[in-house]
């Protein structure tokens, strides 16, 4: 029998310094594009997630509808498919 952990109640968004700082830019709204370069792991990818939640939470508290376009890319720096 597998014992497994009992599930916790919380969502750890702790962000590496870089990718916290790209979340922010993103929420705040400072371009119209944004690009975040690291190693691999550092929260890029979850950076802009979160980025793009919270600037959409602020678009729709200043009353603009809640659709918001936005995008995600992940493409490895050097691939060549």
Not at 31 to 36: G, N, S, W
Request: some cysteine; glycine content about 12%.
């Amino acid at each position: 029998m597998v014992k497994r952990e009992k599930a916790t109640k919380e969502l750890n968004l702790d962000l590496e310094p870089t990718a916290g700082a790209f979340a922010i830019a993103i929420a705040q709204g400072q371009a119209r594009e944004y690009a975040c370069f690291g190693a691999r792991g550092d929260g890029k990818t979850f950076a802009a997630l979160i980025g793009m939640i919270l600037h959409a939470q602020k678009h729709h508290e200043a009353g603009f509808p809640c659709r918001y376009p936005g995008s995600v890319s992940r493409i490895p720096f050097g691939a060549t498919n």
